[in-house]
């Protein structure tokens, strides 16, 4: 009776969706969103119009409420995203395409060599500079298209051209016959700053504003429009990303993919009077992270902390691949045990070996609604929050006799000491004098 009890629970488990899915004969889309913040979607809470094919993607997904990235930066954050390892272990410490073109480390495994030697097709549509195959984001990857900019500086290639090619991939892939399951990584640059004027998505939206809001203005504009112009951004990308999954559906391969959403980082839009997307506040590390397939009958909502180096172990566990050995991050498949997550931030001044300000090499923790920004260089200009009480991060508690600053301290500590191989990656940037560099050697924050 008592098996039979459990046979019964167990069959109702598996129909309900709870904690399963995923099959060992799904293929993998992986969409990455450049500069989404989390809180620009519908799906996590933002009240217009703005994500509708994201959000209905969302509605069936292991969907994480507070998923966090590794940097504030493309090349860095989408590093870990595929290596599923920490910047200061990838090595992608800058964005390659403007400094010391750095490409990710030899004995890290990308997602994508780790799929092709399990039997994957693998191709990848990216739109961005900072992701060229010469940095590392090709390895693995059969066929890789990287979709020139536009002509903007700092501008991504041209969404209908990334939905175009990723779906002429699928038709021949469909085409050929291939038994292979498929790895494709799709990468939409949309909403990075120039946020552009297109009058027929302003228009559908009701935004009554008809600039194009580049780095300066992003600033000295008033706010609302900002945001306006901002959501546009989003709402344009949205609907290439419905674009895509009805390729999906047309060829009937809908039913037989996991699509993982993921942001790279997020964009200030004017708090703490900043625009564009650096340093480690919220608003670039909170990002949005689900993972849909067909099988599951509702959202299966996460509301704890997990990093965005978590993706890869779960995508995996998911196609019921073997685990990545090298991986940092850890499945979340099922509920695990709260975690810590870590950031790291360098500014690129650091490269022209300046004299260091403030705010320029920063590295950050959060545990629950807790956390500890800690400049390595300047540590009385640390920061330490509790966003329980204070989600904009306006009030500093970072002080030596501070509890909550001394316990997020040494989860950093054992951060820095313990799990990144090589310690700190990128002291050799900075034009340090000696004793400031045998301080950050005793501390153990450099090997
Ligand atoms: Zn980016």
New binding site residues.
Partial sequence: MRRLCSAVLMALFVLSGCGEGGSHNSHLLLITL??QRADFLGSYGHPETVSPHLDSLAQRSLFFEKAYATAP??GP?HASILTSQHQSTHGVIYNGHRARNLTIGESSVTLAEHLNQSGFNTMAVVS?G?LDARFGFGRGFEGFNLVPQMGYLDSGGDPAQVTRRAGNWLLDWKHTGKQERFFLWVHYFVP?LPFLNRPDVRDSLGIEFDQTVDEESAATLPVAQVRQAYRAEVFEMDRFIGQLVARLEQLELADDTIIAVVG??GEYLQEHGWTN?HGLFDEVLHVPMFIHWRDLRASERRPGTVSTIDLAPTLLDLLEVASLATAEGKSQRREAAPAPVFAEWRDFRLLNQEAPRPGEFQVMVRAGETKLIRDMLFPEASQCFDLSTDPAEARNLFGPNDPLTAELGALLDDHIKNSLPHGLAGIDDIQIDSKSLEMLRSLGYVH
């Fill in positions: 450049d500069t930066f493309t954050s961005g900072p990075h790279d980082h997307h």
